[in-house]
């Protein structure tokens, strides 16, 4: 329609007509800018409502994968805390018991307690003390609820209780470990566990460990009924050993026994022999195996052989003398010679012996004068090559 109007107006219009034209042609194509750009607006808005539906509709489903995530999360985390609760309920308090005591929105009573040696625990706020030893930690969490509730103290008391440290519930490894100490259990503990909590075997561990049974270990192991008819009726522990060393090394499960609260273990130190005196790695070397024979030459050759001042024809063993007073030890002469070269075997030697190479006094001062005269020569020689 417009490009029918554009030519008439232009045949029978001057320049003045030509200029209204042209304002016409102006305010027209505003009107078309117009439209496109309301039409560009619509557009929009369109493409924006679509994309506040799409995401309307993809924001349950974004909360539906979100609640999921949580709820896996969640299901994870929780099952150690469900398994140390378990292990919780199973521990029934006993004297000298440390415990964590948390009542909710009360701060001033939410601490660390000590249960007393005749079985009581004393909390700020109550007029006595309530009597804790032989309840399960759930238990007495709710009767010291109760117990503020009767006080008065605290209407709806929400109080939990949870084991910090125990004397009476723990297994004592000790010996030749890394870290030696008292470890709490809350029941059948393996060997092995224990053994990973101590920090493992020490270097000069052995390879026996002692183990103690107490009350309670007899008691689940069916152990009382298989003592000699003449031990004590009412037994309180009984002693075993085992191969720690295999145990460690290979994983043997008839080794890695079960342990109960009131159990000791005591790791063996290695038997040791010593090689002191002239050698250039004196001190005392531990034998991991006691089936391994160590002899005078192994000695020698695990100090690091013999220095240069060294009495060759000198050596002896040092060996303690069961018959003799004091634990004195006897000497036994050592033919180093004749055995390096065949004529006589190598000697055994036994546990806790010393082998000993006395120094040469005369071979001694030969070697400081040497030393001497070299330093000497050198700063003489140094002083005439500066004096030229």
């Known amino acids: 329609m417009l490009r029918q109007v554009y030519p008439v107006a232009l045949c029978g219009a001057g320049k003045r007509r030509g200029e209204g034209v042209g304002l016409m042609v102006r305010e027209v194509g505003e009107s078309r800018k117009l439209r496109i750009a309301l039409g560009g607006w619509g557009l929009a808005v369109c493409l924006g409502a679509g994309w506040i539906s799409v995401q309307a509709q993809e924001a349950p489903v974004a909360a539906a ?52 040696s005749n079985g009581f625990l004393t909390l700020p706020l109550l007029p006595e003390p309530i009597a804790a030893a032989g309840l399960p930690l759930n238990e007495l969490s709710r009767l010291v609820a109760a117990k503020f509730r009767e006080a008065g103290m605290l209407n709806n008391a929400q109080v939990t209780i949870s084991l910090r440290e125990t004397r009476l519930h723990s297994v004592i490894i000790s010996g030749s470990v890394k870290r030696p100490q008292a470890y709490p259990i809350y029941g059948p503990t393996k060997l092995i566990d224990l053994l990973t909590q101590a920090g493992g075997l020490a270097d000069d561990a052995g390879s026996e460990a002692i183990v103690t049974r107490g009350q309670e270990g007899l008691q689940s192991t069916g152990q009382e009924g298989n003592l000699a008819a003449d031990a004590d009726p009412t037994p309180k522990e009984q002693t075993f050993t085992l191969d720690i060393k295999k ?10 026994i079960f342990l109960y ?19 250039n790695r004196p001190g005392g070397y531990a034998l991991h195996d006691p089936r391994e024979q160590v002899t005078v030459l192994k000695a020698l050759a695990m100090a690091g052989d013999t220095t240069s001042v060294a009495k060759r024809k000198r050596i002896t063993i040092l060996r303690m003398d069961p018959a003799a007073p004091e634990g004195k030890r006897q000497e036994i002469p050592v033919n180093i010679k004749a055995m390096l070269n065949g004529q006589l075997p ?10 000993y190479v006395p120094e040469s006094a005369s071979l001694k001062a030969i070697h400081q004068a040497v030393g001497t005269g070299v330093g000497a020569g050198t700063a003489v020689a140094t002083g005439l090559i500066i004096y030229h």
């Open 65 to 116: 994968v979100e609640s999921v995530n949580t709820t896996k999360d969640s299901s994870v985390a929780a099952k150690p805390a469900a398994t140390l609760g378990h292990e919780a309920a199973d521990y029934t308090v006993s004297p000298e018991d440390l415990v964590d005591v948390f009542v909710m929105d009360v701060p001033e009573v939410s601490r660390t307690y000590r249960i007393s």
């Open 346 to 355: 190598d000697m055994k030697l036994r546990t806790e012996d010393i082998l």
């Open 261 to 279: 609260p009131g159990d000791r273990v005591m790791v063996q130190r290695a038997p040791l022999i010593y090689v002191l005196g002239a050698v």
């Open 247 to 256: 145990l460690v090394e290979t994983g043997e499960d008839k080794a890695n």
